[in-house]
């Protein structure tokens, strides 16, 4: 089936079972390996991706509904050779250890601000209650994106590198 | 896990929908297909056709209609959850759709497909079997025909849908007046309830009791309902929780476990759904 999904703001087309995934139609179909693939079962948020600004889990969706929509993954975050506000967070507030539930984490956090500026420790850790992080570094991670909503809301200039 | 191959069409209108499901029987509806996909990447489900209704926009609404709060099949559980006029209408629906799953689950998940899987374990049958809600079941030729949710959920995986038939929309009355709670007992966040428990109580109506996953549908607590409407207290009423029921044994508990976790739950949400 002739799929066209609008990939971190580029149209990309594709010609695929009905049966694939969308966690393989963006990591083996777009090559976009930044999006992880966990449990397999829904539960642990490693394949979180933004459908129209909205995080799912990619691993129980079918490419072929997210067709005429678009998915924004990881690798859509940073614009222009600008790191998204939630990466500098993530970065400057050591919000990750191995690293494998960070794109998942990082976009909810992204929706999150998206319609809370100023998220409280709660509301962080309710966003992130459908995404596991076996280093457990869960302290860091809600930092990270209560961190991100100062840089965003400009009360606080990222740290130059 | 890789599903097994299958057609897929996208639906345009709900009587196409149920047109194509005419034509095949080893066809099935995909919504938010949360609970269908996982089935099907196990291989417990081969549907030979997928026919997707989940951009039929106008299945998606809450809205009064005729007394009852009218709730469209393809209402996402986070729409539900969040709905305004189910927080202040029949607040124990908005709140078990906060408790499904994670927020990522309930983005994509809809109520219509929580009810047509049939899963005991699953909170909002539970609910819509205490409040005496019905479901609205659309056929061919413009049929349509109204079911309880007691006669609706039949049994393990089995509404009461004709393999040609689409739930359309869940009624539930309005509970205004109502003392209310819903109690998810589970390990983890995300979890399925070990055991639920639905109360409604006050207003001049008997107290109503549901169970979540002590049986192969959602069960009324029927002894707990009698021996309330018998002037029994709630911690006496509660200890007749698990008549009537045949709760599973699983890695998170023995059915004996469930048993005694039921009365305990029965007893505290009788408890809250009486103090407000």
């Known amino acids: ?161 | 896990m890789i599903p097994a191959p299958f057609d897929y069409v996208r639906a345009e209108s709900v009587d196409q929908a149920i047109e194509l499901l005419s034509g095949n029987d080893d066809a099935k509806i995909i919504a938010g297909g949360h609970s269908l996909l996982p089935l099907m990447r196990l291989r417990l489900a081969r549907p030979a056709l997928l026919v997707d209704i989940s951009r039929l926009a106008d299945l998606a609404y809450v809205r009064e209609d005729d007394g009852q709060v009218a709730i469209g099949a393809l209402t996402r559980h986070h729409d539900v959850a969040n709905s305004e006029a189910l927080q202040e209408l029949a607040p124990i629906v908005a709140y078990a759709a906060s408790l499904i799953g994670d927020p990522a689950v309930r983005h994509v998940g809809t109520i219509g497909g929580s009810c047509a899987h049939a899963d005991p374990a699953s909170d909002m049958p539970t609910v819509l079997l205490a409040l005496g809600a019905e479901l609205v079941v659309l056929g061919p030729k413009g049929t349509s025909r109204r079911v309880t949710a007691a006669d609706f959920f039949k049994g393990l995986f089995q509404p009461d849908l004709a393999s040609n038939e689409v739930l359309s929309e869940i009624r539930v009355p309005k509970t205004t007046g109502r003392g209310w709670s819903y109690l998810k007992f589970h390990r983890r966040a995300q979890d399925w309830a070990m055991v639920g428990v639905a109360a409604l109580a006050g207003n001049g109506i008997g107290p109503a009791v549901a169970l979540t996953n002590m049986g192969e549908r959602p069960l009324r607590a029927a002894g707990v309902e009698e021996a309330l409407a018998g002037g029994a207290d709630p911690a006496t009423a509660a200890e007749r929780a698990d008549e009537g029921t045949s709760p599973p044994s699983d890695t998170f508990g023995s059915a004996e476990y469930r048993r005694e976790l039921s009365k305990v739950l029965v007893r505290r949400a009788l408890e809250e759904a009486m103090s407000r």
Not at chain 1, 83 to 90: E, I, S, T
Not at chain 1, 102 to 109: D, E, H, I, S
Not at chain 1, 136 to 145: D, E, P, S
């Open chain 1, 1 to 161: 089936m002739q799929i066209s999904v609008k990939v971190n703001g580029t149209e990309r087309t594709a010609d695929v079972e009905p049966r694939l995934l969308l966690v393989h139609l963006v990591r083996d179909t777009f090559g976009l390996t930044g999006t992880h693939e966990g449990c397999d079962t829904t539960s642990c948020g490693a394949c979180t991706v933004l459908l129209d600004g909205t995080p799912v889990k990619s691993c129980t969706l079918f490419g072929v509904q997210a067709d005429g929509r678009e998915v924004t993954t990881v690798e859509g975050l940073a614009a222009g050779g600008e790191l998204d506000p939630v990466q500098v967070a993530f970065k400057e507030e050591h919000g990750l250890q191995c690293g494998f539930c960070t794109p998942g984490m990082m976009l909810v956090g992204k929706a999150l601000l998206e319609r809370n500026a100023d998220p409280s420790d709660d509301d962080v850790r309710w966003a992130i209650s459908g995404n596991i992080c076996r280093c457990t570094g869960y302290v860091n991670i809600v930092n990270a994106i209560r961190h991100a909503a100062r840089i965003k809301a400009g009360a606080t200039e990222p740290a130059t590198v």
